[in-house]
Every structure is written in C-alpha cells, then in structure tokens.
C-alpha cells in the first residue's frame, strides 16, 4: 500500500502532466536513438536501502524489487510513472560529499565502494521527474522518500508494449471523466500570509503563514485541508517556506527559511543568529512564494522616544528558494533580462516625472535592479518598482509593464474575464480559475468562496466558503490537475494538515 507514498514527491507538475503518448508503432522493442542518454535503456530493482525506518519497513519495500525503468529520448517510465519528452542533466560528484549534502549520510549505502558516481536528473519542459545516482555502467540509485532504489541494467533496448500498457493504466487514473469525456480533476494549493497580532508588542509585523489545498473531482469538491507555513511545490519536489524569529543582543529579526521536506531536521538547524552587521530590528515579508523565487520586502526598523517605531529602510528583494537565508537579492535583469532592466528604468523615469519638484530631488534617481517585486493585483501576478527617498523609511512604487517570466510565475490566467467576477461578487478582491476551466477560488476581504465553473461563467452560488483571518492575504497559488491531484493530496497528508469545515 506504501508504494504510492513513494511517488509524491517524485513527480510534481506545477499545473499539467507531461503525458502525451502516441502507440502508432509495430515494433516491440525500440534502441535508444541518442548514445548520449547516460540511463538510455531497461532497467528492474533489485534492491533497497532504507533510511528512514518510520517511511517504510522491509515488507514495504520487497514491493519495489523487480519494478521496471525504461528510458529513451521519447519517454522515461519508472513503475506507474511517466514521462514524455525527457530531458537528461548529469553532472559528476563524489558520493561521499553527495551524500552527506544532500541526505545527511555519513557513510556509502550502495552496494558497491566507489568514488566518483553521475547524477541524472531527468525533467520534461524543465519539470521534475526522478534523480539517479548512477555508480556503475550497469547499476544505480533512487531515492524515494525515505528509502534508496536499487536499479540493475537489463537491456539497452526499451520493451515498447511494456510502455504502452504503463500509459495506458495512467490515463485511466487521471481522474474520472465529465459528460464530454474530459478529464476534471483540479487542486490549488493557496499561500496564505497574515499579522499575528497577539505576539506582536514592540510594532514590529510578525507574519506567518498557511497553506490551503482545495481540489474538486469532476466540480464535487473535496474536503480542503491546512498545514501551517509554505507547502510549496517545486521541480525538486515539495519544499517548506516560513519565518523564524531570532533574537540577540536586544536586535529582533524575522527571516525566511526553506528547506525539501523529506531534509527538515538538516536545514533547519542553520542560521539561528542575527547577522553582526546588523544595528537595527528587521522584518522579511514575503509577498509572492513562486517555483525557484520568493518575492519578499525587507525593513529596518528603530524605537522612538515614544515607545513606538520608526521604519528605517523598506525595499523590495527577490531570492532564490534553494539559498533564500543567505543568497543576495538577485537584479531583474537575472530574471527578465535586459528588456526587464529597460522597462523597470523606463517606468521609473516616467513616474519621477509625475512627482514635484521637492519630492524628485529627494529620491532615487534611478531605481535599484533589485528593488522590484511581484504583488497580486485584480486577479493576476504583476511586477512593481520602488524608488526611495534619501532618509531611506519613505518610497513610492510604480508599476512595471512587464509580464512576470514563468521563472517567477507559472501559470497566471482567469478563464472568465475580471469584470464578469466581479458583477457575481462584487467584493471581490482576488480570483483564480483552474486550467481545466471547472473551478473557481474567489478571494473577498473576509472569506475565501469555492465555486464551479459552467459555460465559463461562475455557477449561480459557492460550493464551500472558507473564512480568512483579518487581513490575511495570498502569496502562492499553484495548481495541479489530472493525476497529479492525487499526488499532491497524499503528500500533504502526509504532513498531517487538518481538515478546515466550513
């Protein structure tokens, strides 16, 4: 029963499968076509290694000896998984230092002593499938979820019925199917950001944050569950995002944390301290949680005579999720290359030119690259600047006409236009739709409303309603659709959330 554990992780798609599979072929058996695939061929486990004995026990595990993987240029299939159009990353390390990196291992759990070993990653449209270890010509590792994958070389050739029966046992998972024969199933995962004023004496915001997962099948919505902080999914697989608090020397500061949540215990025992450089209280607000970036706003803050506080600087930084503790804010021009750049400087230019006089020669003159963010604005993503004024705690934004780059976001579209939600809801502030065009999630000031979607319009009344805490807010929405609904769900429930009622 454990075995579908084993995949959740594995093959996170952001909003669709890779899945698109043509059997116009005779033949039985197909060589791979490109000698370069370090994996090209047939491959059966022959054993495992378990690491964490609370994932899997030895029975568990017996259930994966003699599972097949099969690669070529078309497809990659491990056991019930798939993938169309594989892309193959290698890259050679030493198993020692990979291991002890990456898994926390001080010691080699192959069969075989070796030094040097090829990682392979393999991705469709640069979304994640599996990652091997190969150690020999003829043997490699997977990890999956608390346990390593044993895998033996069998053939160079792929056995294409094999393939064929694979597919098309995953097509009839992918969920149950509407009236016209398509396939509706759809989950959300919702970042949500809110205030904890109870903790909150000196001023100071003290953010944190929850995740929602909202799936339907077939527009029959499922029971939708919380889990505190950032479950967000990634190429990699899931990852956690939050905010810790540090304290040191009377300094306060709030910063964010991420870490694979199969590695929690390694990453989080890092940078507990307050940096030394730093002579004020600090806060780090995340705006947007995206695939590899976290949008964030960064203050410094001092005390008054009164008791209170005063903002010492405010600027935006964008950082990678896989450093975000210690990475430096990375420039518009890393993510939407030069023409970003051109557009934040042109935008910037025209809106000092609607400042007066006073107000212009006290700001910026031109903008920071790295003072950029990405904020939800009637129904989408969009990009804003910020110029700050020489006393650094004051600034204004502007907007930057530019559409955000899928490295930031990946999927940003209402299927009915934002005028149409907003005649049905009016209070409406925030709206998503699915990619399979079925369900809605409606955001107001104080409730998050569930509805389907029929002809493209919103259907007469919410099928669930959600309330929000006061002034809580989104920063992540990715979907899922098809069979990596499921995926999601047993992963998350594996994290024990608990079930929201309405």
């Known amino acids: 029963m454990k075995k579908y554990l084993a995949l959740l992780l594995l093959s996170t798609m952001l909003f669709s499968s890779c899945l698109s599979y043509s ?33 899997f026990s030895s029975k568990d595990m017996e259930e994966w000896v003699g599972k097949i993987a099969q690669f070529n240029d078309d497809i990659g299939v491990f056991d019930e998984d798939i993938c169309m159009n594989p892309s193959y990353k290698v890259k050679n390390v030493y198993l020692k230092d990979y291991l002890a990196n990456e898994y926390n291992l001080k010691e080699n759990i192959l069969d075989e002593n070796v030094d040097k070993v090829q990682i392979v990653t393999v991705t469709s449209k640069d979304r994640f499938f599996y990652e091997f270890i190969k150690y020999t010509d003829d043997k490699m590792a997977v990890y999956i979820d608390g346990a390593f994958i044993l895998l033996k070389k069998v ?12 597919v098309d046992n995953y097509k009839k998972k992918m969920g149950v199917k509407s009236d016209h024969g398509k396939l509706l199933k759809s989950g959300i995962l919702i970042g949500l950001r809110y205030d904890d004023k109870t903790n909150n004496k000196d001023g100071i915001p003290n953010y944190k944050y929850r995740t929602l997962w909202v799936s339907a099948n077939n527009k029959e919505f499922n029971s939708v569950y919380e889990i505190n902080n950032i479950f967000l999914p990634r190429k990699s697989g899931f990852w956690m995002v939050g905010t810790k608090n540090t304290e040191n020397n009377n300094l306060k500061a709030q910063s964010i944390y991420s870490y694979p949540v199969d590695k929690e215990t390694k990453i989080m025992n890092k940078n507990n301290k307050i940096n030394a450089s730093n ?17 964030t706003e960064y203050k410094e803050y001092e005390m008054n005579k009164n008791g209170g506080t ?19 804010a990375v420039k518009i021009s890393d993510i939407a290359g030069e023409n970003g750049k051109k557009v934040l400087m042109d935008e910037a230019g025209v809106f000092r030119t609607s400042l007066n006089k006073d107000r212009k020669s006290n700001i910026d003159t031109v903008p920071l690259e790295e003072n950029f963010a990405i904020v939800r604005r009637n129904g989408h993503w969009v990009m804003v600047g910020r110029l700050n004024f020489i006393d650094g705690s004051s600034y204004e934004d502007f907007n930057i006409r530019y559409v955000p780059p899928s490295r930031l976001i990946n999927y940003d579209e209402l299927s009915i236009p934002w005028n149409s939600i907003k005649a049905k809801v009016p209070d409406v502030i925030d709206a998503y739709t699915s990619p399979n065009k079925d369900i809605a999630v409606v955001i107001t000031d104080s409730t998050i409303l569930l509805y389907t979607i029929n002809n493209n319009e919103l259907s007469d009344r919410p099928q669930k309603k959600i309330k929000l805490k006061q002034g809580e807010s989104v920063v992540m929405a990715e979907w899922a659709t098809g069979g990596y609904v499921e995926k999601w769900d047993k992963s998350l429930l594996k994290n024990k959330p608990h079930e929201i009622s309405e």
């Open 23 to 55: 059997s116009g072929t005779t033949s039985k058996v197909v060589p791979p076509q490109n000698k370069l695939i370090p994996i090209a061929g047939k491959w059966t486990a022959f054993d495992y290694k378990i690491i964490d004995a609370t994932a």
């Open 155 to 166: 053939s160079d050739d792929i056995d294409v019925d094999y393939n064929k029966k694979v």
């Open 279 to 295: 002579t004020y209280n600090s806060s780090r607000t995340i705006l947007c949680v995206g695939n590899d970036y976290v949008s």
């Open 310 to 328: 005063d903002i010492k600087k405010a600027v935006y930084e964008v950082l990678p999720i896989d450093d975000v503790e210690n990475a430096k």
